[in-house]
Structure formats: C-alpha cells, structure tokens
C-alpha cells in the first residue's frame, strides 16, 4: 500500500464541470478520483501513522493556497510512452511548489524524485503518443480560458489495488471550516 498526500481544490462548479468533460474524453482515470494536485505522489515503505504525523503539522501551517489556471501543457513520462495533458497554474504555481518541497523534508527525503521536476497541475489527459497530446492541447489552448481555484484542505490517501480510500483530512492554515 502507497501512501499520497493530494488536494482536491475548490473551483466553481461549472469550472470543475468543464475540467471534468475534457477528462472525460482523454484521462482514462476520471472514474478513480476527482481533479486533484498531487503534493506527495505515491510512497510506499512508511507506515499510515508515520506519514500522517510527518504531512500533518507542515500542512496545518501552511496558509491556503490560491491559484490561476489559463493553459494546458505537454508532458511525457519519464519511465514509459505516457503523454499527459496538465493543466498548470500560472499564479500560486510558487506556493504549491513550495508546500510539496516541505512535505518531501525529513523522513520522505528519500522518496523525492530529483530526476522528474516537479510541476502542480491537473491531470486531464493521458496519452499513448504525443501528437493527439498536443493535438488536445492546441484545441483547449486556442480557446482561452482562466480558472481561478484555492487549496485549502489536504487529503492524506492510500492507494492499492487501483483504488483510492481517503485517510485523513488536514486544513490548511487560514481555512475557514476547515
């Protein structure tokens, strides 16, 4: 069992519905979990309690994250012949990128991958090859767009067996009712 820590960030409801259409023709994951940013991605070799005590305080301390998102990119996977279509913030892209080096501090120091730069996003897309990737892209890009979002709660998750099981919730400093 692997062990992630992922934001589902708020957005408008008719954003989250168009983010949702576009998975829904090109990420064939859209049914395992909602649009999410990936702070910790899977970790296996630590135990539940572990991990939950080492995400907690550096989440909880952290101040609500705002973000923009205005494009789509072009990624290909380091390991495999995986295109992914990400939409990425412009604004707020600093505060996640800085919230998933502090979580990857400490005992998950280990499990950072320094071969792959990070980059927040969401997926909406996956892809065998890199021309209907960028074909993809060009479509949604030529449209301009701008979702505005904010990340105010963590999900510490498990994930075995193709399924995702919520663990924990953690509120970021300065989220109301969270």
Not at 28 to 44: A, M, S
Not at 75 to 91: A, C, G, I, Y
Not at 106 to 116: F, S
Request: net charge negative; glycine share 6%; aromatic share 8%.
């Amino acid at each position: 069992m692997a062990f992630l820590a992922i934001s589902y960030p708020e957005l408008e409801p008719g954003d989250f519905e168009w983010i949702q259409s576009i998975r829904q023709q090109y990420d064939p994951h859209i049914t395992l979990l909602d649009p999410h940013v990936t702070l910790v991605f899977e970790v296996d070799g630590v135990d539940r309690d572990t991990f939950i005590s080492h995400i907690h305080p550096i989440v909880s301390s952290t101040s609500e994250i705002s973000f923009v998102m205005r494009c789509v990119s072009v990624v290909k996977s380091v390991n495999e012949e995986t295109w992914f279509l990400l939409m990425v913030p412009d604004e707020g892209n600093s505060d996640i990128i800085q919230l998933h080096d502090y979580c990857y501090n400490g005992i998950l120091q280990r499990h950072l991958r320094l071969d792959i730069p990070f980059i927040p996003h969401i997926t909406v897309g996956i892809f065998d090859n890199g021309e209907d990737c960028k074909a993809a892209a060009d479509k949604l890009n030529k449209d301009r767009f701008e979702i505005p979002g904010r990340i105010g709660v963590v999900d510490i998750v498990s994930y075995s067996d193709n399924r995702i099981e919520s663990l924990e919730r953690i509120g970021l400093k300065n989220t109301p009712g969270a």
